[in-house]
Structure formats: C-alpha cells, structure tokens
C-alpha cells in the first residue's frame, strides 16, 4: 500500500469541450465527501446508482453514499468483482438486471466508483440503458484518473481481444480524488506511471522531461508531483478528445503502447500483466519497432525505455511466439480495412500513425529475440571460447 506524506485541498479544474456533451473534470483532495452537492450543481436528480467493487466499496464508498443521502439522493450500490475478467457482457448484464429492477430510469445516474474496470463496466450500462442515462465517473486509480475515465470511452472485453465491445458516452462529470492513491497496492500505483508516461511521449516532451526529473518524487507520492501529473495527463487527454471525439483519426494516438500491450494482456488471459504493465512492455517494443523501421533514433528508444525502468515498469516481452503475437495484434481495435495501424514515437513529444506489413514486424521480431539470446550467459561463454560450441 502507497501512503501519502499530506493533502492538497486546492480544486483543479479541467475542461473538455465537446458542445453540449462538455463537461468538468475535477481534481481535489477531499473531494468524495462532496460528490452529493456536486451532483446538484450538476442539475441531476432522482435516483443514483453506486457501481463499484467489494474493496473500494469498503474504503469509499460509506463516504460517497453518506454525501448522496445528505443532498436528498436515493443510493444504490452494485457490486461488481474485481480484476480485467470482470469486463464482459455477463457483469454488465448484472448491473442492467438490477438497475430494471430498482427502476432507474432515463433520468437516474450512474456513478463509477473505481478503477478502469469498474468506469468501462458502468459506463457502458449506462450508455445502452434508454439509450443513455447520466454517468459520472469517481476513479479511485492512477490508470482511472489520468486515463480511463475521461473521453467517454466505455466497453468490455470479447475473448479474441479487449474492448472490442462498448460506446462512446460522455460523463456529465469526472470527480478526481488524489486522497484514494493512498490505498493502492504499489503495483498498481506504478503501473498507472504507465499512462501518465505515455502523455509525455505522444504530446508534451517538457512533461516528459518533468517525468524524468521528478520520477524518485513520484514514486514516492509526493503531493504536489503527483497533483500535477494527473491535471497534465487530463488536459492532454481533453486536448485530443476534443480534436477527435470518435477515436476517427487523432485520438487514436492515445493507443500508443496498446497496441502490443493489448496484445500480451489478451494472450495472458487478462491473468498475467496488469493493464499499466502492459503497456508499458507494448511502449518500450513499439518504440524499438519504430526505431528498426527508421521512424525515430535509438536514442529516442533509450531514453524512454530507461525511464520506464525508473518507474520501476516491466520493459521486455514476455516469452511468446511471433505467429501468436501477431494474432493478438490483429484484433486491435486499429485495424482497418484488414490492415493493422501502429502508433509508433518519431520524438519524445511526437508519434505517427502507420500501417504495418507482417514482414516488417516479423523480422523486428527475429532480431529482437536474436539480440536478446546474444545476452544470455550461455552466449557470452560461446563467445569467450572463440564460439565453438562444446557439448
């Protein structure tokens, strides 16, 4: 578990700007115990209902739903279980089956309290019944609260690939509370750096540069370190929203690192690495395949793959065969018209979107697993005796 060293009560506010589906996300300390009057200004009313998980039920949501009953609001709590294999059809057919019963209608609300899963989960409940009710997302990590859930996107998982099934729905609001960090499991704390180092290599290279500069900082969850990293990684996030809301064109350099961190995620059975993790592993091999394709220096390569060590991310693929990591890769939601799209770095600060040839990729493959059996202690022994092979 993460512990913060203070609170910062100072209210941040990030607009994104989307006509009449526009909407606030706000970042303040102490924030849960006000999403009820929050709600009001917002003009909701009626019933809400409370999607969350057993454990962040237990930390949070007692102070969420004591802020609803005190601004007049019925609450309901739907649990749903942890972890990525809870992102499908089955569990979203729960959270309809018990919002029909309790007899949420068109006007009614439903809160996102949670991480990623439990935001994808609900919104997407949201987004299908009567063809949309209000949604607002509370996220209670990292990956939520940088990421998730801002943009609107909502969806589960299908078994040939992730998030291949979901809408765009907009939130009414996003409600950050930098005081739920605090009981993250580290794992899940460092993998969120993730995503925010992700920002800084698509868009902002100054950001990046604060990334390596205040890493040590931010691992240890320094307050106002980690308060300026979730409000850049929300503008730059808002920014490309705004630019491209349906994910037709810019938006979908957003996915860099997804790509093949999908990929892995998908092959692992959503059992292995969690989502921060792989894309960490899909930044770094994206980043590599880039530079053997001449889209950006080795240096570009380095630079990033050395601070995701800092971040104390996995950087390497996992033991795996080309043919089944092309195969995952082929259900990325960026294929078009049968051709897989890559966002893949030129800069720190600057990607591109390009098709990829299976050939191209297949020998990036060879010579990344080439060089790295060329490390191995067996290797160096065949080369200090001249590389004869003795048996």
Not at 22 to 33: E, P, R, T, V
Not at 290 to 302: D, H, M, N, P, Y
Not at 379 to 385: E, G, K, S, W
């Amino acid at each position: 578990m993460v512990k913060t060293e203070s609170r910062a009560s100072v209210e941040q506010r990030v607009k994104v700007s989307l006509g009449d589906r526009s909407y606030d996300i706000l970042i303040k300390a102490g924030l849960l115990g006000e999403v009820g009057p929050r709600l009001r200004q917002l003009g909701l009313a009626g019933k809400v209902a409370v999607v969350t998980n057993p454990l962040v039920g237990r930390l949070y949501a007692p102070i969420v739903l004591r802020s609803l009953k005190s601004a007049g609001y019925q609450a309901r709590t739907i649990l749903v279980p942890e972890g990525e294999r809870a992102k499908s059809l089955h569990w979203v057919g729960r959270i309809l089956d018990k919002l029909v019963r309790e007899r949420f209608e068109r006007g009614s609300a439903v809160l996102a309290l949670g991480g990623g899963v439990v935001g994808d989960l609900a919104g997407f409940a949201a987004a299908i019944l009567a063809r949309g009710v209000p949604l607002v997302q509370v996220p209670t990590t990292l990956v939520a609260q940088v990421d998730s859930s801002v943009g609107g996107k909502t969806g589960v998982n299908h078994p040939l690939g992730k998030n291949l099934i979901g809408a765009f729905h907009q939130p009414r609001a996003v409600f950050v509370d930098p005081d739920t960090l605090g009981t993250l499991q580290a794992r899940e704390w460092v993998a969120g750096l993730a995503e925010v180092i992700k920002y800084g290599m698509i868009e902002d290279e100054a950001f990046f540069a604060y990334l390596e500069e205040r890493m040590d900082d931010l691992l240890k969850m320094q307050p106002d370190a980690v308060a300026h990293v979730i409000a850049r990684s929300c503008e730059i996030k808002a920014s490309v929203v705004e630019e491209d809301e349906r994910e037709s064109d810019r938006r979908r350099i957003l996915n860099y690192g997804h790509t093949i961190g999908h990929a892995l995620e998908s092959l692992g059975r959503y059992r292995k690495l969690i989502h921060g993790e792989a894309v960490a592993i899909g930044m770094v091999q994206e980043a590599d395949l880039a530079g053997s394709l001449g889209f950006c220096s080795a240096a570009v390569v380095t630079r990033q793959r050395e601070l995701v060590r800092r971040a104390g991310l996995p950087d390497a693929l996992p033991p795996v065969r080309f043919a089944e990591l092309w195969g995952a890769m082929q259900h990325d939601k960026k294929v078009a018209q049968g051709r897989l799209h890559c966002v893949l770095p030129k800069r720190i600060g600057q990607v591109v979107i390009v098709p990829l040839e299976q050939g191209q990729v297949k020998r990036w493959f060879r010579d990344l697993k080439q060089n790295r059996e060329a490390r191995t202690p067996l290797a160096a022994a065949r080369r200090a005796m001249g590389g004869r092979n003795y048996q």
